[in-house]
């Protein structure tokens, strides 16, 4: 199995644990994603960005600024948040959002 196979199966096994805006949000995540990483020899970053995402608020579909982040592995972008694919509360698939500026360590 390659590092970025295992990353891939630490990162499914934090995506179905319940996301909680204040304890168990995206940078959580990510930040145990790197210390699983961590502990199993994988090199693993995590990233902050600034971005834009489609958000549905009050019946209308709106682009706003969010904080998100995710796990990096060979340079590849793998989310921790929510299953790929699927979407929170105000329709935001994490996914999707478009990077503006980004921090990584």
């Known amino acids: 199995m390659t590092p970025l196979q295992r990353a891939e ?3 499914e096994e934090l995506r179905h ?3 909680s805006l204040i304890r ?7 930040t ?12 693993a970053r995590v ?3 600034i971005g834009l995402s489609r958000a549905r608020w009050f019946g209308r579909w709106l682009v ?3 904080i998100h982040s995710w796990g990096e592995v060979e340079g590849r972008r793998i ?3 929510r299953p790929l694919g699927s979407s929170g509360l105000w329709g935001i698939v994490p996914m999707n959002i478009r990077p503006v500026a980004t921090i990584r360590f």
């Open 64 to 66: 706003i600024p969010v």
């Open 17 to 19: 644990e319940p996301y």
């Open 47 to 49: 990233a902050v960005c």
């Open 24 to 30: 168990n949000d995206c940078i959580t995540k990510s």
């Open 9 to 11: 199966e630490i990162a």
């Open 79 to 81: 989310e921790t948040s």
């Open 32 to 43: 145990r994603f790197r210390r699983k990483c961590k502990s199993e020899g994988i090199v």
